[in-house]
Every structure is written in C-alpha cells, then in structure tokens.
C-alpha cells in the first residue's frame, strides 16, 4: 500500500496543495493525495485542480479571511509553476 508520501513524491504535489483539495472536497488528506496523482497526470485534470485551488482562494477572499486567502493564494502559484496549463 502506498503511502501519502509515496503519492506525493510521485506526483510532485506539496502537502499544501493536497491539504487545499482535501478541504475543498472534504476529504481525508491521503484520498486527495491519491485523487491529484491521477488528476495531475494529465492536462484536463490539472485543469480540474486549478479550478480547486482557485475555488480555494475564492472562498478565503468571500470568508474575509485574509491570511488564508493568501496562503492558498501562494500555492496556487506553485502549483502552476510545477503543472503549467497547457494552451
């Protein structure tokens, strides 16, 4: 069995880009894990995980929660800079 690290070094996902799809899909942190590896595998799903993330700072800004509107904020970026769109 793998486990969360397993899924995250494989798929080259932060702990913090998991944590946010767990939260945005209330989910366990490891079912996120195992979820974004297959989604991030391909165009379409990184296009689904940035919609996730986005969703993520949307939610923080509507919230009024600043610092975690800017925490997702900043892995977000990552997550693009590590799993460009593709165009």
Same mark, same amino acid.
């Given at each position: @069995?793998?486990?969360?690290?397993? #899924?995250?070094?494989? #798929?080259?996902?932060? +702990?913090?880009? %998991? *944590?946010?799809? *767990? ?6 942190? $490891? /079912?996120? /894990?195992?979820?974004? #590896?297959?989604? $991030?595998? !391909?165009?379409?799903? %990184?296009?689904?995980? !940035?919609? #996730?993330? !986005?969703? @993520?700072? +949307?939610? *923080? ?10 925490? /997702?904020?900043? $892995? ?9 769109? %593709?165009?």
């Amino acid at each position: @069995m793998l486990s969360i690290r397993d #899924c995250l070094d494989y #798929c080259d996902l932060t +702990d913090d880009e %998991v *944590a946010l799809i *767990a939260e945005h899909e209330d989910i366990p942190d $490891v /079912a996120a /894990a195992q979820i974004a #590896c297959g989604l $991030v595998q !391909t165009p379409e799903g %990184v296009l689904i995980l !940035t919609r #996730c993330l !986005t969703d @993520m700072v +949307d939610r *923080a800004e509507r919230g009024g929660d600043r610092e975690k509107a800017e925490r /997702a904020r900043l $892995v977000f970026a990552r997550f693009l800079k590590d799993h460009p769109l %593709v165009h």
